[in-house]
């Protein structure tokens, strides 16, 4: 079955500085899709960056990167010079693609991520 | 563009009570959800459908109803509420494609007494 883990239920990051939110996956199907979001206090989810899993590159969205390890079946999320705003939690989410018209997506449980000036 | 509309956004029920909350998308999107967000258990799929006149369930679909009459709209039913069901719902929807990313509605807050 499928699965996705987050190991950081918090982190503190200071302003400026980088940070990595981890994310490990569990799938036996080759063709997958890895997904971050956001979600701030306010509640609503935003969508961040993806990562297929036959991509040859790592993705990057402005600030946003995925440090994609195929073989260690890990897909981290670094976000660079971290803002006020960047204050929320961040969810992993993964979708295979098992040829059928798939729509489930898995999601970790979640990394708070609070950014101090 | 709207994008993804949920009503309402804020409900109390007594136990027992039946509801339905809606969803409804404009971007003409074939594939639909719905989510429960629990604390500390991120977000568990109830219902999707990939079109309409389609729906299949998700991991959590115990308690909840779903049907697609049209491809705009995706409604929720809770059928007999139950104080298990006390939670935050998201509706989502995406465009056909494997990259195509879920769009969140904002959610709706219920509590069940």
């Known amino acids: 079955a499928q699965k996705i883990t987050q190991t950081q239920p918090g982190m503190f990051v200071q302003e400026k500085e980088a940070v990595t939110l981890d994310c490990t996956y569990d799938t036996s199907d080759p063709s997958y899709g890895l997904f971050w979001y956001k979600q701030p206090s306010s509640g609503e989810m935003i969508f961040l960056i993806y990562?297929?899993?036959?991509?040859?590159q790592n993705a990057t969205e402005g600030r946003y990167s995925l440090n994609f390890q195929k073989a260690r079946k890990s897909a981290n999320l670094v976000i660079s010079a971290s803002q006020l705003g960047d204050s929320a939690m961040y969810f992993c989410?993964?979708?295979?693609?098992?040829?059928?018209?798939?729509?489930?997506?898995?999601f970790g449980t979640g990394t708070l991520l609070a950014v101090q000036p | 563009n709207a994008g993804v509309t949920q009503t309402p956004k804020f409900q109390v029920l007594k136990t027992g009570q039946s509801m339905t909350l809606q969803c409804a998308q404009d971007m003409n999107h074939e594939y639909m959800s719905w989510y429960r967000q629990d604390p500390g258990m991120g977000l568990r799929l109830i219902h999707y459908?990939?079109?309409?006149?389609?729906?299949d369930q998700g991991e959590v679909p115990n308690g909840y109803n779903v049907s697609r009459s049209t491809t705009e709209d995706f409604p929720l039913r809770l059928l007999s509420a139950a104080p298990s069901q006390t939670s935050v719902y998201f509706c989502a929807s995406r465009g056909q494609g494997d990259i195509q990313p879920q769009h969140f509605g904002d959610g709706t807050r219920l509590s069940i007494l």
């Open positions: 990562q297929g899993s036959y991509d040859q």
């Open positions: 989410a993964m979708r295979d693609y098992d040829g059928g018209a798939t729509n489930k997506l898995i």
């Open positions: 459908s990939v079109g309409a006149g389609i729906t």
